[in-house]
């Protein structure tokens, strides 16, 4: 089992737990060889996942990451489309990936998930455009957003101060002061439809953005791929809205509308995509369905 920490992940959330995830990891996987990196960058904890599966013997062995949904983001990556198991420990500040799929995000809870040795296989989004990376794909986990929710992403991923989950909250009124709809071309399963939006958000599993259900009906076994468009609205409406996003009430809403899919083309004048608590790469973006091409150890 190799393990790759980002170790600055949650604010040094992730530095703080090693110690007890390592041990805990030991004491549960009895006959099991550990192997552990810190990574000192993305780039180093992106070449150390891709090393491990690599490396691998098939489901013998596994990839377990430990930090937050960037982190999981290149585990899921790495182990796509192969059959090395991929273990969760969330210790980020959103952790919306292990939690879209169930799994604890306490260090107790996590290391007894993958202790049990139960997997599934799950669907991801396969994304393709001109990404920041300079890749042409990447898999998603989670939720790629392009409007009002990834521009929140964008300005919380630039606060410095250690606000935790709180980081989501500020930035969404800050942007919300701001805001404007923006206009969409879309191509849905072969079918172009131009509509303006607040945002228009694809779906694998349901979290997004530190606990919100951005798509709260995804399911990542069903073969499909779900979009919530919220429709232009005030922006005192979107400020009601936005609590019950947590309850994924706000679904219930006449300007929301849910649609699934196979695959989405995405386009628009100053639109990006994020996904994974990670910026992608501007419009045009393809989105696919790929279904069952991930194994994850699940409760």
Not at 80 to 106: C, E, H, K, M, R
Request: charged content about 20%; aromatic content about 4%; proline content about 6%.
């Amino acid at each position: 089992m190799t393990l790759v920490v980002n170790p600055s992940a949650g604010r040094g959330r992730a530095r703080r737990l090693l110690q007890r995830v390592c041990r805990e990891l030991v004491a549960s996987l009895p006959g099991v060889t550990l192997r552990l990196h810190q990574s000192r960058d993305y780039a180093d904890a992106r070449l150390r996942c891709e090393q491990a599966v690599s490396n691998a013997r098939d489901h013998r062995d596994a990839l377990v990451v430990m930090g937050g949904d960037g982190m999981m983001h290149l585990g899921l990556n790495a182990c796509a489309t192969t059959q090395v198991p991929l273990g969760l420990i969330p210790a980020g500040s959103g952790n919306d990936f292990a939690g879209g799929l169930g799994v604890p995000t306490d260090v107790a809870g996590a290391v007894r998930t993958i202790s049990r040795g139960v997997t599934r296989r799950i669907d991801l989004l396969q994304v393709s455009g001109a990404l920041l990376d300079g890749a042409e794909h990447r898999f998603v986990g989670c939720i790629l957003s392009t409007g009002f929710d990834s521009l929140v992403g964008r300005r919380a991923n630039r606060v410095t101060l250690p606000l935790g989950p709180l980081v989501y909250a500020w930035a969404t009124l800050a942007e919300l002061s701001v805001f404007e709809p923006l206009s969409y071309r879309l191509v849905i399963d072969g079918q172009a439809r131009e509509v303006p939006a607040m945002m228009v958000c694809v779906g694998n599993t349901p979290l997004f953005g530190g606990g919100m259900q951005g798509c709260p009906q995804a399911d990542p076994t069903d073969g499909l791929l779900d979009l919530t468009i919220i429709h232009p609205v005030s922006r005192t409406t979107l400020l009601r809205l936005l609590p019950s996003m947590y309850t994924g009430g706000f679904i219930a809403d006449p300007a929301v509308e849910l649609l699934r899919a196979k695959q989405v083309r995405l386009d628009g004048v100053g639109l990006f995509g994020a996904a994974d608590g990670e910026e992608l790469g501007p419009v045009p973006l393809g989105v696919q369905v790929a279904p069952g091409v991930l194994s994850v150890f699940v409760p």
